[in-house]
């Protein structure tokens, strides 16, 4: 989710989905690195944060994080 969208406010996007009980994984990205800005997504409800520009390594990493299959004990 782009903190900064033209048109949308991603943090507003994020606490709209997430006070529906949503609960996908949510990425934001914004071009501010600063500790502020991942403070207020992570408050807002996203589970992490990357800064632009994002390399194709660090959206691998995202990925796999949040959407490689749960390993279940016993199986």
Same mark, same amino acid.
């Given at each position: 989710?782009?903190?900064?969208?033209?048109?949308?406010?991603?943090?507003?996007?994020?606490? =709209?989905?997430?006070?529906? =009980?949503?609960?996908?994984?949510?990425?934001?990205?914004?071009?501010?690195?600063?500790?502020?800005?991942?403070?207020?997504?992570?408050?807002? =409800?996203?589970?992490?944060?990357?800064?632009?520009?994002? =390399?194709?390594?660090?959206?691998?990493?995202?990925?796999?994080?949040?959407?490689?299959?749960?390993?279940?004990?016993?199986?």
């Amino acid at each position: 989710m782009d903190v900064h969208m033209p048109f949308c406010n991603g943090l507003e996007a994020i606490k =709209g989905i997430r006070s529906r =009980g949503i609960r996908v994984p949510i990425v934001s990205l914004s071009a501010s690195s600063s500790l502020n800005e991942q403070s207020i997504s992570l408050q807002a =409800g996203a589970d992490d944060f990357l800064t632009k520009p994002v =390399g194709r390594q660090s959206v691998e990493q995202m990925l796999l994080k949040y959407l490689a299959p749960v390993k279940h004990p016993g199986l």
